[in-house]
C-alpha cells in the first residue's frame, strides 16, 4: 500500500529488490563526490528507493552530516529501514512528492 497516491510505472513486487541491487556502491560513491558531497552537508535523496544510496550518502557527510531518504512507497520505506536505517531514526520518511505545495 502506498502512503500517498502516486503512479510510479516500475512498480512490481520485486522492485525495491531491483532497485537494492542494481545500485553500486562504487559507483554512488565516485558520483556523490563529483557532485561535491562533503562531510557536514545535509542531504535530502528524494524518490530514495530502496535506502542504499541514503546510506552511502550518510557515509559521506560524516562527521557532523546528515542524509534523509524520501520516497512515496511506504513498503520501500520500511525496506530502508530495516537494511539502512538506524534504530528509531527520521532518515527515512514516507512521502509521495506529488504532495509537495509551495
Ligand atoms: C527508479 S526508482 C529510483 C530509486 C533510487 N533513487 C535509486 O536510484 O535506486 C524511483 C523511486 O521514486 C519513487 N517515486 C516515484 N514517484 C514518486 C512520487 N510521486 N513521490 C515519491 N516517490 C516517488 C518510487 O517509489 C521509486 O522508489
Partial sequence: ?????????ME?????YRLDIKTDSKVVKKQA???????????????CGSGKTTSM???L???GGIAVGLDGSEKRIEYAKEHYGVKDSWR???LSIMNIKN
Fill in 12 to 16: 512490481n513486487e520485486e522492485e525495491t
Fill in 57 to 59: 550518502l550518510h557515509k
Fill in 61 to 63: 557527510v560524516q562527521p
Fill in 92 to 94: 527515512f520518511g514516507a
Fill in 1 to 9: 500500500m502506498q502512503s500517498n497516491e502516486y503512479l510510479y510505472l
Fill in 33 to 47: 563526490l563529483w557532485a561535491g558531497i562533503k562531510p557536514g552537508m545535509y542531504v535530502a535523496d528524494v524518490c
